[in-house]
């Protein structure tokens, strides 16, 4: 049996779960999707959306890509906020960063990685930025755990910079920007404090009359 086999086995048993827990399930999650929260997170395998957060299919919507970036040149990463801010209407947006990301700790080595060290330099730009955060007394681990944090908090901000974000906000639209970190050695999720649910907080620079 090929592994492509035993996958679509591995759905159909996921399926018929399903459907046995609750025989409407697929039919009224074919109907529309209406979830509260957008999930921008790390591509790494180990951190998966729904799973972590107990929720089920038609709960999240999800957006991945290498060390959870917000970048605003990245069409594909801004579509999907104003989709789910503008049309979806989620109420939360939640960037969740992981401790041992193999993005960050990339980042921080003095080499070429080709073709992503263009995106890997946004996370060298925080630390350069940040260098005073930093001491001669932590450790390479605590360096890039704080850096991994470091980069949440940044990614959210660059979330509430953006025009659909802003203009919701100003709309009177519910909707809060979060910053999480997830342990793969644990499986908990850790509040990293940074919450917005208006412009009020963001540096007027930002704002977007």
Same mark, same amino acid.
């Given at each position: 049996m090929s592994l492509l086999e035993d996958l679509l086995e591995n759905n159909e048993q996921w399926a018929a779960d399903l459907l046995k827990e609750d025989p409407s399930f697929f039919a009224h999650l074919a109907e529309q999707q209406s979830p509260e929260y957008l999930w921008i997170?790390?591509?790494?395998?180990?951190v998966p959306a729904n799973q972590l957060l107990g929720l089920m299919p038609g709960d999240v919507f999800v957006h991945r890509n290498i060390a959870n970036l917000v970048i605003h040149t990245d069409l594909n990463c801004m579509s999907v906020i104003k989709y789910a801010v503008d049309v979806l209407k989620v #109420?939360?947006?939640? +960037?969740?960063?992981?401790?041992?990301?193999?993005?960050?700790n990339a980042a921080m080595q003095k080499q070429s990685f080709e073709l992503i060290d263009g995106w890997l330099r946004n996370i060298k730009d925080i630390y350069v930025n940040h260098l005073d955060h930093f001491n001669e007394s932590m450790t390479e681990k605590e360096k890039l755990d704080y850096l991994t944090e470091l980069n949440v908090i940044e990614q959210v901000k660059n979330v509430c910079h953006t025009t659909c974000v802003q203009q919701a906000?100003?709309?009177?639209?519910?909707?809060?920007?979060?910053?999480?970190?997830?342990?793969?050695?644990?499986?908990?999720? #850790?509040?990293?404090? +940074?919450?917005?649910?208006?412009?009020?907080?963001?540096?007027?620079?930002?704002?977007?009359?």
């Open positions: 997170g790390c591509s790494d395998s180990r #109420k939360h947006i939640i +960037v969740t960063g992981h401790y041992d990301c193999g993005g960050i906000w100003g709309k009177g639209q519910e909707l809060t920007i979060h910053g999480l970190i997830y342990s793969v050695k644990n499986g908990r999720l #850790k509040d990293l404090k +940074v919450n917005f649910n208006n412009i009020d907080n963001i540096n007027d620079l930002y704002h977007i009359s």
